[in-house]
């Protein structure tokens, strides 16, 4: 069992750290493609089709795409001084409150899921999609699933975090 647990946590991490990738990429595509467009204003007077579309949706999925790497390596924004100070003074308190805090992540996240699937399912069935027929269409379809994916790995990993904490609480982890 310890052994299958590690290989599924490594093949997770690299889940998560390959769609941080692709959130990376998609950033240096908006990038590219922004700067291409002011060129060809500047030098053509023709802006590029929809681009403010494109970049409206990737914005979205870029975020979604880089939560759950964010979560795990504790750089999504928070204030946690005082947190600090109570894992430095009691840290049985402070892993308590790190898997209550952990755990509604969860439930957070799972909410956005459950409001999530349905539009997904939506824009699948109907083909929405962003811009003006004859000029560009982007089916929103692909973000939207992106939004699915990328909380459902945010509460996997806030599970894992939540785990953390309590087998450090239950004296069977680590305790920093």
Not at 91 to 116: E, K, N, Y
Not at 155 to 163: D, E, Q, S, T, Y
């Amino acid at each position: 069992m310890g052994e299958n647990s590690n290989i599924i946590s490594r093949l997770f991490s690299h889940f998560v750290s390959g769609l941080n990738s692709v959130g990376g990429v998609l950033i240096f595509g908006l990038v590219i493609l922004i700067n291409l467009d002011i060129l060809f204003r500047f030098l053509f007077n023709s802006p590029i089709d929809g681009v403010t579309e494109l970049v409206e949706l990737s914005i979205v999925a870029i975020v979604f795409l880089q939560l759950g790497d964010a979560v795990r390596n504790g750089r999504l924004t928070r204030s946690d001084g005082l947190y600090n100070k109570i894992m430095e003074k009691k840290p049985r308190l402070g892993h308590m409150l790190g898997a209550f805090f952990d755990l509604a992540g969860v439930v957070f996240f799972m909410t956005l899921i459950a409001g999530s699937v349905p539009r997904f399912i939506d824009a699948w069935e109907r083909g929405y999609y962003a811009g003006n027929k004859g000029i560009v269409v982007i089916p929103i379809w692909p973000v939207r699933l992106i939004i699915v994916i990328g909380a459902l790995t945010v509460v996997f990993v806030f599970l894992g975090l939540a785990r953390k904490h309590l087998l450090a609480i239950s004296g069977k982890g680590d305790e920093s």
